[in-house]
């Protein structure tokens, strides 16, 4: 049945809710898709129950095409199984837990691996049984630091979760890969650009896992990748270890070289790499006045590690922050560099190398660097030349030694320079092993009679999160624009004016419509202006608009496409068969 505009549950908003962050955020709101009850907790209203159906239905069809099993687990759950896998524990303040009135602990699922692998060991016994998959579509509690981008990262929110049982680790890949592609036809036919990447496995254990990234600025997790088709969460990049040095140099120490960098070599060197942050170019006087210390690489390159105003502790420098202060700059003395650590404290500045790590810095703590030189500045010093600093011998700077930054540009494991973009994890998939089934003691018997281990996957697909990024792909400053596939109707139809006859013609067209299989939104208000109807669709955002109006009296009614903004005239008779 047609929603009908004038009956339907949902007030339409002009203004931005003010607690939202993103474009499609504020649109699922304004539109009346979603209600923000508390952070990031909503509740569904019917355009929104619609897409989300939609988006169930598709990952429903894909898993079901590779065998899974739908099945529903209860959301409240028994302390004891996540306590077996001390995920109780582990979990941390993400978990939300309660007692009954009996004063015994329960949670609510964040994820169910520990419930699954109860199930399957209650009800199997045998090698016979396996391979299994089974999923549900559930809602899910976590309470996360930051509820963010109202569904996009909700503490309560849907996942399609599902688990893989297999007798040994060649089960498990082909589960694993019939999910990998599964989870590939979804991603394409809820239209994302997205990216395969490897993963941290994290707190969930196991071995390998691969996420699903949807490329977008909003997101949270970053990546990289080459041109060979290497991608990776940069959570689960292997920094690239610098073969281990033979120390011959050393100790570090002062020299005047005809390397010590003049005045000019080093303003320039700033203006190139590190405008200020107030668009002035870098003076000759500002490197009297700042502490500056420049690491000079053994390929000849030139990095600005700090730059700090002493006195103000300003920060100036756009990447490398630090603060020195003035006692410090006094205290600079060629004795400092003769061990480094107490360079990096003089002069680096205590605020980096101890609480707080500037990224910059963890580039000079970068291994790769291994062994170098730095120059040095500051008050009304001229350029120092510090030689022969090693890494590990004059930098091991107190256990604060931190991975290296991966920037753009850099090599990866393929010996391929690496882009950095941004991603929203769409979905997860993990070989588990037997971690689980272990903890919670499910074994089968196998072919020669005795017990082994059952081997698990699991693995995630974000639904509302699904329905959230979808929005933030698919918007202009108008409203929403969903694909035809999750969108809440295929057709809006929007009767305008007073006359009676637009009414019934469109009426007729809308059961038409209906009766070829089509979902139709039907605005059939009659004390609305066209204009409010309008804007309405537009924010809306059903992907085809049919306008039925004066035009009518001609046979004529309009075709309008939400995304490219088209819009055409076509005899009233047709109107069917054009939107079909
Ligand atoms: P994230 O890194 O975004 O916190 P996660 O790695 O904790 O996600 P998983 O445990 O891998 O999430 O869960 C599987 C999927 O569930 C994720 O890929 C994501 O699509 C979805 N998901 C996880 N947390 C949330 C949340 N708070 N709100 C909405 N969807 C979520
Ligand atoms: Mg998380
Ligand atoms: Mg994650
Ligand atoms: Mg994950």
């Known amino acids: 049945m047609a929603m009908r505009m004038s009956t339907l549950f949902l007030r339409t908003l002009r203004e931005d809710p003010a607690d939202a962050e993103l474009p499609g955020h504020k649109l699922l709101v304004r539109a009346g898709y979603v209600r923000r009850v508390a952070p990031g907790i ?10 989300r159906a939609k988006v169930e239905a598709i990952v429903r069809e894909e898993m079901n095409a590779i065998g899974s099993q739908e099945v529903l687990f209860p959301a409240l759950l028994p302390r004891e199984p996540y306590e077996a896998t001390n995920r109780w524990t582990e979990y941390g303040p993400n978990l939300f837990r309660l007692q009954d009135r009996r004063e015994t602990d329960m949670l609510l699922g964040p994820t169910h691996e520990e419930m699954f692998c109860l199930a399957v060991k209650d009800m199997y016994s045998s090698y016979k049984d396996l391979p299994l998959s089974l999923y549900q579509i559930q809602t899910k509690y976590r309470d996360e630091a930051r509820p963010r981008a109202g569904i996009l990262r909700g503490r309560e929110f849907v996942m399609k979760d599902s688990y893989s049982f297999d007798i040994n680790s060649q089960g498990l890949q082909k589960s694993y890969d019939a999910h990998r592609d599964a989870y590939i036809k979804i991603f394409n036919r809820l239209g994302f650009e997205y990216v395969i990447v490897q993963a941290d496995s994290g707190a969930m254990g196991g071995s390998a896992s691969e996420e699903f990234l949807a490329v977008s600025e909003h997101g949270e997790d970053t990546f990289v990748r080459d041109d060979s088709g290497y991608a990776a969460n940069v959570e689960a990049v292997e920094v690239p270890q610098a073969a281990p040095v033979e120390i011959t140099a050393g100790p570090a120490h002062v020299e005047d070289t005809p390397d010590t960098p003049t005045i000019e070599t080093l303003v320039n060197a700033l203006n190139a790499d590190h405008p200020r942050a107030d668009g002035r170019a870098w003076t000759a006087a500002d490197t009297l006045k700042n ?14 590690l700090a730059i700090g105003v002493p006195g103000d502790r300003e920060v100036d420098a756009k990447r490398l922050e630090t603060k020195v202060a003035p006692a410090e700059v006094e205290a600079f003395e060629e004795k400092d560099f003769k061990e480094y650590p107490m360079l990096a404290k003089g002069y680096i500045g205590p605020g980096v190398l101890g609480e707080e790590k500037a990224s ?6 970068d291994p790769t660097i291994a062994q170098g030189s730095a120059w040095v500045t500051g008050a009304d010093e001229h350029g120092k030349h510090v030689l022969d600093l090693v890494y590990g ?17 850099d090599l990866g494991p393929n010996g391929k320079g690496l882009t950095l ?7 997860h998939i993990f070989q588990l092993g037997t ?20 081997t698990m996957g699991s693995y995630g697909v974000g639904v509302t999160r699904a329905v959230g990024m979808i929005a933030e792909d698919n918007l202009d400053e108008l409203g929403l624009i969903w694909p035809r596939e999750v ?7 929007v009767a305008t004016g007073k006359d009676d006859a637009v009414f019934v013609k469109a009426a007729e067209i809308v059961a038409e419509l209906e009766a070829k ?19 309405d669709a537009e924010l809306i955002g059903v992907p085809t608009i049919l306008v039925l109006g004066r035009g009518l009296a001609d046979g004529v009614v309009e075709l309008k496409d939400r995304r490219s903004g088209d819009r055409r005239e076509v005899a009233v008779d047709d109107a069917v068969a054009e939107v079909l």
Do not use: C
Not at 291 to 300: E, K, N, R, S, Y
Not at 517 to 535: A, Q, W
């Open 517 to 535: 299989g089509l979902e139709v939104l039907y605005d059939d208000r009659v004390k609305v202006s066209p204009g409010v109807k309008f804007k």
């Open 360 to 365: 910059g810095i963890r580039y000079l703590l």
């Open 487 to 493: 969108a809440p109707a295929d057709v809006h139809v």
């Open 291 to 304: 502490v500056i210390v420049m690491l000079a690489h053994p390929d000849g390159t030139r990095t600005p």
């Open 393 to 409: 011998r004059d930098f091991t700077a107190d256990g604060t030694i931190q991975a290296a930054e991966i920037r753009e540009g």
């Open 42 to 51: 909503y509740t569904w209203l019917p355009l929104g129950m619609k897409v």
């Open 421 to 427: 973009a941004r991603g929203v994890e769409m979905g």
């Open 435 to 454: 971690k689980y089934a272990e903890a919670l003691g499910l074994k089968v018997l196998d072919e020669n009679g005795k017990l082994v281990t059952v």
